[in-house]
């Protein structure tokens, strides 16, 4: 199964909606056998991928030619045998919530992924939300 991570700033004349994206994509992700986390900022995008490698790579390509994304890095791309996410998830931080209770449900979320993936969504939500 391959697992893809990359980040992803989003263009300046898109428009972010969390609820349509992850409409979208938890109907792509389903008939893909997709999974992974999402977490996204209002400015940045932060994403794993895990599933057949054929799938992935598809959504993958969807992405980069999504024109909501610009700037997009692939942190990491490796096969694993089983998936570290679990079922789909989408990180957000509405405003007005706590900081702390948002970091540690990125923590929970994130609580089977690889040492290295994990640090990676751990340090991007501290810094994005300056804690």
Known sequence: ????????????????????ILATSRANNRRDGITGLLYSDKARFLQALEGPEAEVEAAFARIKGDARHRAIVLLSRRTVDTREF??????????????????????????????????????????????
């Open 86 to 131: 679990g079922d789909w998830e989408m990180a957000h931080r509405m405003p007005g919530t706590d900081a702390d209770r948002f970091i540690e449900r990125v923590r929970e979320l994130t609580a089977n992924a690889d040492p290295n993936v994990r640090a990676t969504f751990e340090g991007f939500v501290k810094v994005r939300d300056g804690a």
């Open 1 to 20: 199964m391959l697992q893809l991570v990359y980040v992803s700033s989003l263009s300046p004349q898109a428009d972010f909606d969390p609820t349509a």
